[in-house]
T-cell receptor
Framework: ETGVTQSPTHLIKTRGQQVTLRCSSQSGHNTVSWYQQALGQGPQFIFQYYREEENGRGNFPPRFSGLQFPNYSSELNVNALELDDSALYLC?????????????FGPGTRLTVL | KQEVTQIPAALSVPEGENLVLNCSFTDSAIYNLQWFRQDPGKGLTSLLLIQSSQREQTSGRLNASLDKSSGRSTLYIAASQPGDSATYLCAVWNSNYQLIWGAGTKLIIKP
């Protein structure tokens, strides 16, 4: 039990729609990272937020956006959904204290785009 | 650009055997390396984290080693059990606290 929760667990959307995925980090963790994992592949880094500011972004288009809130929750928003956006979306929280900085993952949200 | 490769992609062994999973990375300037386990349709469970200054970490029947100069890490599982069946992923940290992942090794332990 990592203490990181995500909602919803599963979600079905149609192409062109917008979606918001939510993550609740462990208390005190100032960093949240989001990953996309397509079936049979390793996760791909989407972006990271540190103290509510975006702090690094992977190779994802601007229609993927995020927010981090002071209460250790965060959101991933995806606009204009495409079929290839179907994947497991994982969030991970960590505290950037130097040294170990272990990331703790939530159970993920499985998004299906029809 | 950092690339992480895991070999083999799949492995099936009888229960009780010791086994080694391999992970290689192209850029030796990593911050940490972390091994994860993922059960079908589930999220990720962290198994071991090796800091860049360390050579290995152990937890129970698991031992992970890190050789930065050669760009390699291994995960050793002793006395394998059917419950060890899962996909094992390695990920390297870059200096921006971002994880770069391999595609995983799917492990099946046959009773």
């Amino acid at each position: 039990e990592t203490g990181v929760t995500q909602s919803p667990t599963h979600l079905i959307k149609t192409r062109g729609q917008q979606v918001t995925l939510r993550c609740s980090s462990q208390s005190g963790h100032n960093t949240v990272s989001w990953y996309q994992q397509a079936l049979g592949q390793g996760p791909q880094f989407i972006f990271q937020y540190y103290r509510e500011e975006e702090n690094g972004r992977g190779n994802f288009p601007p229609r993927f956006s995020g927010l981090q809130f002071p209460n250790y929750s965060s959101e991933l928003n995806v606009n204009a959904l495409e079929l290839d956006d179907s994947a497991l979306y994982l969030c991970a929280s960590s505290i950037r204290a130097g040294g170990k900085d272990e990331q703790f993952f939530g159970p993920g949200t499985r998004l299906t785009v029809l | 650009k950092q690339e992480v490769t895991q070999i083999p992609a799949a492995l099936s062994v009888p229960e009780g055997e010791n086994l080694v999973l391999n992970c290689s990375f192209t850029d030796s300037a990593i911050y940490n390396l972390q091994w994860f386990r993922q059960d079908p349709g589930k999220g990720l469970t962290s198994l071991l984290l090796i800091q860049s200054s360390q050579r290995e970490q152990t937890s129970g029947r698991l031992n992970a080693s890190l050789d930065k100069s050669s760009g390699r890490s291994t995960l050793y599982i002793a006395a394998s059990q059917p419950g060890d069946s899962a996909t094992y992923l390695c990920a390297v940290w870059n200096s921006n606290y971002q994880l770069i992942w391999g595609a995983g090794t799917k492990l099946i332990i046959k009773p």
